[in-house]
C-alpha cells in the first residue's frame, strides 16, 4: 500500500486528527523503508476545503471542481464565474491556479463513484443528456485533458471505454450507484474500443513522460476566432516539452487530407537537438516539414 483515500474527510470534524492520522501512516511507512514522496494520504470532500493543504493536514484532495470545469468545456462553455472560455481551460489545466501549490495535491478525474443526480453522472451520460450524439471526439478529447493536465489522474473504471449507466440515478445521492457496475462487453464494439486503446496509448505516455510528472505548464496559443475554440499549452521543460493542441470547437481544417493542408501555431516550441516531434493519439512521427503547422480535426 503507497497511500490512503479518506472519503469525506468533513465527516471526521477534526483537522488535528487528520493530520495526526496522515504523520502517524507516513511515519510507519517510512519505518518500513518507504521514501517519504512515494505516499500519500489524500481526502474526498467535494468543497474542496483547500485549508486541509495548505496546513498540512494532508497531503491532496480529490479536485472536484476538475470534473465540474471539463464538463463545462467539452460542450465548448466557460464555467459560469469565469471571465473567459481560455480562463477556464487554464484553471482546469494547472490546478495550482485553483489554489493548489502542487500537482501531487490535486487528484483529478471525469467522473467519480457518486454518479447521482444530473451533471454528476458517468461521462458517457453527461455528453448525451446534453445532446451530444457524437460522443467518440469528446471523451478522447476530455482523456487528453486529463491525462495532461498537472495533477494525478484518476479514471472511474469504464470511462476508458465509454461505459453507460444501466440504471436511472437521476436523484442524488441514490444508493443504487453501489450495484450498477460495470459492463465490459460494452468494450466490444468498436467506437468503443477505439476510445479504449485512444486512452491506453495517453496512459503509457502519462507514465513515461518527465513533462507531465512536474508543475511547469505555458498556455502559447489561444485562437478564438471564426467559430474555433483552440487552445494549445506546454507542459514540462524546453528539453523534452509536450505540447497539447485542443480544439474544443467543431472547427476542422477544411480538406485536412490535402497536403497543402495547415493549420499554423506561431510559436510553436523549437524542436530539442537530436530529437523529433512524436503524435501520441495517432502514434505516429511528425514530418519536420509539418512540425507546428499540421491540420487540426
Known amino acids: 500500500m503507497d497511500g490512503l483515500r479518506l472519503d469525506s474527510v468533513n465527516n471526521v470534524g477534526s483537522y488535528d486528527f487528520l493530520q495526526e492520522f496522515k504523520d502517524f501512516s507516513r511515519s510507519l511507512w517510512t519505518k518500513r523503508c518507504g521514501t517519504d514522496d512515494r ?15 495548505h496546513q498540512q493536514r494532508l497531503d491532496g484532495l480529490w479536485n472536484e471542481r476538475f470534473k465540474q470545469l471539463i464538463r463545462q468545456v467539452i460542450l465548448g462553455r466557460q464555467a459560469g464565474e469565469d471571465s473567459s472560455f481560455e480562463e477556464t481551460v487554464r484553471k482546469l489545466i ?9 500537482g501531487s495535491q ?22 448525451s443528456n446534453n445532446g451530444v450524439v457524437h460522443t467518440e471526439e469528446r471523451i ?3 482523456f487528453v485533458c486529463l491525462l495532461t493536465a498537472v495533477g494525478i489522474p484518476l479514471i472511474l473504471a ?3 471505454f465509454a461505459d453507460q449507466q444501466d440504471l436511472d440515478l437521476s436523484q442524488e445521492g441514490d444508493d443504487r450507484k453501489q450495484i450498477d457496475p460495470v459492463n465490459f462487453s460494452r468494450l466490444n ?20 513522460s518527465a513533462a507531465l510528472g512536474i508543475n511547469d505548464t505555458h498556455f502559447i496559443h489561444t485562437d478564438m476566432n471564426d467559430g474555433k475554440r483552440v487552445v494549445v499549452w506546454q507542459r514540462g521543460r524546453a528539453d523534452r516539452p509536450v ?18 493542408a495547415e493549420y499554423v501555431i506561431p510559436n510553436f516550441p523549437a524542436t530539442p ?9 495517432q502514434d505516429r512521427e511528425v514530418s519536420a516539414d509539418y512540425i507546428g503547422r499540421e491540420p487540426i480535426y
Open 158 to 160: 469504464g470511462d476508458e
Open 39 to 53: 505516499f500519500l494520504v489524500v481526502g474526498e470532500e467535494l468543497s474542496v476545503p483547500l485549508d486541509l493543504v
Open 243 to 260: 505540447v497539447v493542441v485542443a480544439n474544443f470547437s467543431d472547427y476542422g481544417t477544411p480538406n485536412p487530407t490535402d497536403p497543402n
Open 273 to 281: 537537438p537530436g530529437q523529433h516531434w512524436h503524435e501520441i493519439t
Open 189 to 208: 464494439e468498436e467506437w468503443r474500443q477505439r476510445i479504449f486503446n485512444y486512452v491506453s496509448r495517453l496512459v503509457r505516455f502519462r507514465t513515461e
Open 140 to 142: 478522447k478529447l476530455a
Open 106 to 127: 490535486a487528484v483529478n478525474y471525469l467522473t467519480s463513484h457518486d454518479i447521482g443526480g444530473m451533471g454528476n453522472e458517468r461521462f458517457f451520460n453527461w455528453l
Open 94 to 102: 494547472d490546478c495550482r491556479r485553483l489554489g493548489f501549490a502542487d
